[in-house]
């Protein structure tokens, strides 16, 4: 059972639109900053957005990242067949010191 | 480019001892502050297990804390992943990663690709 709640999954056509949440409390999200994984089973996960909004460099555009309070949301805009993985927020939680993930958000693109 | 790489047995008896290395390739263990290991149980998420200085300093999830030992070696640029007392419940894939950590900051944005422990008689 994790700190951090994400909805266990969200789907959407090709070229559409997709957010995906993550809810905490003040003392993860609402002191820290978020950083949001791609992760494809069997490979490396892939940094995808850090310190809420982000974007490492090699990372689309199409990715997006915003906080506000305690909540988090990852959106990602033209949504292409190869972006169908599981994505997984991530920040410290300061009371129980310690590094956490979201659940897990498994992405379909229809 | 940071590259890491995660290495051990596959197969850990319970009650025994798992033990995995990361090497670190293209780049000082010296020069960034903290790694980490992350597990991924079979049909789980993933599981923040620990993260470890290049001084050594080290915190632990509270869940694992009574059974996890992490340790580094510089000169080898390494650094190790020990759990005891394992169970069928550490069946994992297991994966190291660099933390970029600051005040409240902190993201892992080089890692490995991950180590498939099994746990089983």
């Known amino acids: 059972q994790s700190v951090l709640t994400q909805p266990p999954s969200v789907s959407a056509a090709p070229g559409q639109k997709v957010t995906i949440s993550c809810s905490g409390s003040s003392s993860n999200i609402g002191n820290n900053y978020v950083s949001w994984y791609q992760h494809l089973p069997g490979t490396a996960p892939r940094l995808l957005i850090y310190?809420?909004?982000g974007r490492p460099s090699g990372i689309p555009d199409r990715f997006s990242g915003a906080k506000s309070g305690t909540s988090a949301t990852l959106a990602i805009t033209g949504l292409q067949t190869g972006d169908e993985a599981d994505y997984y927020c991530a920040t410290w939680d300061s009371s129980l010191s310690t590094g956490v993930f979201g659940g897990g958000t498994r992405l379909t693109v229809l | 480019q940071v590259q890491l790489q995660e290495s051990g047995p596959g197969l850990v008896r319970p009650s025994g001892t798992l033990s995995l290395t990361c090497a670190v390739s293209g780049g000082s263990i010296r020069s960034y502050n903290w790694w980490i290991w992350v597990r991924q149980p079979p049909g789980k998420g993933l599981e923040w297990i620990g993260e470890?200085?290049?001084?050594?300093?080290?915190n632990y999830s509270p869940s694992l804390k009574s059974r996890v030992t992490m340790s580094v070696d510089k000169s080898k640029n390494q650094f190790f992943l020990k759990l005891n007392s394992v169970t069928a419940a550490d069946t994992a894939v297991y994966y190291c990663?660099?933390?970029?950590?600051?005040?409240?900051?902190?993201?892992?944005?080089?890692w490995g690709q991950g180590a498939l422990v099994i746990v089983s008689s």
């Open positions: 470890i200085h290049h001084s050594g300093g080290t």
């Open positions: 310190d809420n909004n």
């Open positions: 990663a660099r933390a970029i950590v600051g005040a409240t900051t902190g993201y892992f944005d080089y």
